[in-house]
């Protein structure tokens, strides 16, 4: 992972979520990387698993903001 000071931002359910949320964070200039994990998503498959999304400390607050604006207004 090359990202400065990188910390977990959020648990997607496999690959390709990940990819579609580091694609949002990467078009508005936020770094991101993301690395399997066995943690946060007990029981979901599926292409390989879960996967944790990090961003870099400086970026921490301005990501969940801009995720927060992309979430659908009845998703929890």
């Known amino acids: 992972m090359s990202l400065t000071d990188p910390i977990p931002l959020m648990t997607v359910h496999d690959e390709g979520e990940a990819e579609v949320v580091c694609g949002l964070l990467r078009g508005s200039g936020i ?27 400086a970026d921490l607050e301005t990501a969940q903001e801009l995720l927060a604006a992309e979430r659908p207004p009845d998703a929890s």
Do not use: F, N, P
């Open 31 to 57: 770094e991101c990387d993301w690395t399997i994990t066995t943690q946060g998503l007990a029981g979901v498959g599926g292409s390989g698993g879960a996967r944790e999304i990090y961003v870099g400390s």
